[in-house]
């Protein structure tokens, strides 16, 4: 790693400064009165979800495993990307070739990013091309909360994409409680800074949130053997404008409407194989667009919607004496829905249809599999899918049982039609515990990428299909909530090297538990998972899949009082197999967070990520090896005007 570990002690002994001045500010002002209790962080142990049944659901009715990342817990993630904020959650791993806004991937339940969903306010977001989205080039301050769902219950709920789980973003101003203005202003390790603005308005009829914020950073030298292929050892920097909006309306008492928009305009410093173009850089543009229109009777739900998500991504080659012109890839994808709940009496039944088309334009696609001879210009046909959908499904909690049972049709215009369904049911043997299974099958539809990819193509693949059991024990009460989860997945057209000849089989455990003890907070997470190859006559059978650790888990302690809170916690990572079969090391990260309550309007807050300046490498490509910038901090000041 080039970059000089002095420079990381100097951040940590900054990062301790700032927390004993934030203490000793906490110790001076720890007689001011009239401190507004609704902005101090809150522990609410069961929740409510959408995203697991696509209507309002209770935590602790949900058959699968889901977890909430809310408003609260993003305020310990001021100045950085969504994948910061999934890297530190139970049952994520990701891999990242350096710092912010830097090509990463996210592994859950031994799927990567292409087999999990993920979903802006309702609408599908990622690239099509490539199969995963851009959640490192979303900023953390233009999001409300976030809702995990893991496992493949979703794919009979979402359809393609859903094999592994859903992510679902929610746009911030969703929830608007009362007319504010909020002002940010941010900054940290390597030259980070970050400044934001958001002010929202409510009445008793309509709100409105209008958030945009820029985040810049020069970055670090993420290449950890620049010898390899003689990449250009360089800082890589980031910067990002970013916007929300939120606009919600009574029409009357049974109609409203609304809309949500999040966007972000970045440039990202890459490095460059062969060191042939030292300054290369990539402009993305990312972002979701939604609008419906709701109508409510005694017993029904009824929301029509419609949006649009974009994925553009064009790099560029800049100060080049041959100045050449790089890929280019832009991804809309367009969905219209309209679903209905209906009050069975008992449980709830949804059913709905949906009408997705996705269009990619990649023309400039460049071959560069004779570098560094010219590029060829690689076309993509066809460039455009659609898929149109139906889906049923009926949820019931009572008192001493909880069902849920889906059904899913997708007509695909490239693989016709796909069915998937799942089936759930817990029993409730004793007051506050709960027993259940659920048994879902998933599918995926083959990216561009993996159809046109040049040296790699291959039109006649076929969707990758998976069968999934889960088990599961709970326990909870006004305290904690607990959770022990087994699963095992069969799955089948594994698509790999431009063939459908790959099967897997995928087995594991996942642990998490809760607390909340007056003042304190405390919880961990642990997950076991075996993830093997399984393709007949393969160099790789029964070798553990690329990028998933065997052993995972954290720690986390946090105290709270009125005036500060101070969150402590440990992630470890277990070794892990790169897809050169290369070894990763296993590593313990220990991070930090708190906040100051100055005055009822004023919050300081600090995160320190890697305090003990641990030395890891979270990936490798092309026998290059990606590591990380050691210990690290950003600090920020937030005032809200009510």
Do not use: C
Not at 310 to 317: P, V
Not at 362 to 382: K, R, W
């Amino acid at each position: 790693m080039t970059f000089l570990r002095s420079t990381s002690t100097t951040y940590l002994r900054l990062s301790i400064l700032s927390a004993l001045g934030l203490l000793a500010v906490n110790t001076a002002i720890a007689a001011t009165p009239e401190i507004n209790d609704s902005e101090l962080p809150q522990v609410e142990l069961d929740k409510i979800v959408v995203t697991a049944t696509r209507t309002p659901t209770k935590t602790s009715n949900v058959i699968a495993q889901t977890r909430v990342i809310d408003k609260e817990d993003l305020q310990r993630y001021q100045g950085q990307t969504v994948t910061d904020i999934l890297k530190n959650q139970p049952g994520i791993n990701i891999t990242q070739s350096g710092g912010m806004g830097t090509a990463s991937n996210f592994y859950m339940r031994g799927f990567d990013s292409k087999q999990v969903l993920v979903l802006i306010d309702g609408i599908r977001y990622g690239s099509i091309s490539l199969g995963s989205p851009s959640l490192n080039l979303l900023s953390a301050d233009q999001i409300d909360r976030i809702e995990i769902l893991y496992g493949a219950s979703g794919s009979s709920i979402y359809g393609s994409d859903a094999m592994g789980g859903v992510i679902q973003i929610f746009t911030k101003g969703n929830s608007v409680k009362q007319s504010n203005v909020s002002t940010t202003v941010g900054y940290g390790s390597n030259n980070h800074y970050q400044v934001g603005v958001t002010g929202q308005l409510k009445n008793d009829t309509s709100s409105l949130s209008l958030g945009v914020s820029r985040n810049e950073t020069d970055g670090f030298n993420a290449i950890a053997n620049p010898s390899t292929y003689d990449y250009n050892a360089d800082d890589d920097g980031f910067e990002s404008t970013n916007a929300s909006l939120a606009l919600q309306h009574r029409l009357s008492d049974s109609l409203s409407a609304g809309l949500s928009a999040l966007y972000s305009d970045s440039t990202t410093d890459i490095d460059s194989a062969g060191n042939v173009f030292p300054n290369s850089y990539s402009d993305q543009k990312n972002g979701s667009a939604n609008a419906f229109l709701q109508y409510k009777t005694p017993l029904t739900v009824s929301k029509l919607s419609y949006g649009q998500s974009i994925d553009k991504s064009t790099s560029h080659d800049a100060n080049s004496i041959n100045y050449q012109e790089g890929s280019q890839f832009d991804t809309t994808q367009e969905q219209a829905r309209l679903e209905t709940s209906i009050n069975a009496q008992p449980g709830t039944v949804i059913m709905g249809a949906e009408w997705l088309s996705q269009k990619l334009d990649a023309s400039d696609v460049l071959d560069f599999s004779g570098f560094p001879a010219p590029a060829i210009q690689t076309a993509y046909d066809p460039d455009d899918r659609t898929v149109k959908s139906a889906f049923i499904g009926y949820q019931l909690s009572e008192s001493y049982y909880d069902l849920q049972a889906n059904y899913r049709v997708d007509d695909n215009s490239q693989y016709g039609n796909e069915s998937t369904y799942n089936l759930g049911a817990a029993i409730h043997p004793l007051a506050g515990m709960r027993i259940g299974a659920n048994y879902a099958t998933g599918f995926r539809a083959p990216t561009f990428n993996d159809l046109y990819w040049p040296g790699f193509s291959n039109p006649n693949l076929k969707p990758e299909r998976t069968e999934n059991t889960e088990v599961f024990v709970e326990y909870t009460n006004d305290a904690q909530t607990s959770r022990l989860t087994g699963y095992y997945t069969d799955a089948e057209d594994l698509i790999a090297n431009a063939t459908n000849i790959n099967e897997a089989k995928i087995k594991g455990l996942s642990l998490t538990s809760d607390w909340s003890m007056n003042a304190f907070i405390f919880g961990l997470g642990y997950d076991y998972l075996d993830a093997k190859d399984k393709t007949s006559n393969s160099v790789n059978y029964d070798q553990q899949l690329a990028y998933r650790p065997k052993n995972s888990g954290l720690i986390y302690i946090g105290y709270q009082q009125p005036m500060f809170d101070v969150r402590l916690e440990a992630k470890h990572t277990d070794d892990r197999y790169t897809a050169e079969n290369n070894e990763l090391d296993n590593y313990t990260l220990l991070n930090l967070s708190g906040a100051v309550y100055i005055n009822p309007n004023l919050r300081a807050n600090l995160r320190v990520d890697n305090i003990t300046d641990e030395y890891y490498t979270i990936a490798s490509q092309f026998g290059n090896e990606y590591a990380t910038e050691g210990t690290s901090y950003f600090t920020s000041l937030t005032y809200n005007w009510f």
